[in-house]
């Protein structure tokens, strides 16, 4: 079993940064397939972001490219979402979950992640 455990949210104004981390137990972390998701009251949850296992291969959302970055760090067993730029829009309980093998096709479909941590509030005030 994987624990997978999110922090780093808050309120934050209209355009400013927050950095959101993931650790998890794993003891190999490094083979599995980590992405955010993130759902707003009355809204399915949504893809944001993935990263495979190197690092190297990194996907987005449409609405987040060139605002956040997600990247990981194996040797600390954490992914982190680097948010900047954010938005009203971009608020919502942001959920960190991992997959041991998934294909590039479906990094962004939730069924695909077999963990999935509890989640952390970002609230962005206009």
């Known amino acids: 079993q994987v624990q997978l455990v999110e922090s780093g949210g808050g309120l934050v104004q209209a355009g400013g940064s927050l950095r959101l981390s993931c650790a998890a137990s794993?003891?190999?972390?490094?083979?599995?397939?980590m992405g955010w998701f993130r759902q707003a009251p009355g809204k399915e949850r949504e893809f944001v972001a993935a990263?495979?296992?190197?690092?190297?291969?990194?996907y987005y959302a449409d609405s987040v490219k060139g605002r956040f970055t997600i990247s990981r760090d194996n040797a600390k067993n954490t992914v982190y979402l680097q948010m900047n730029s954010l938005k009203p829009e971009d608020s919502a309980v942001y959920y960190c979950?991992?997959?041991?093998?998934?294909?590039?096709?479906?990094?962004?479909?939730?069924?695909?992640?077999?963990?999935w941590g509890q989640g952390t509030q970002v609230t962005v005030s206009s």
């Open positions: 794993a003891r190999t972390f490094s083979n599995y397939v």
């Open positions: 990263i495979g296992w190197s690092g190297i291969s990194t």
């Open positions: 979950a991992g997959a041991q093998q998934i294909w590039d096709t479906n990094v962004s479909k939730r069924d695909a992640y077999d963990y």
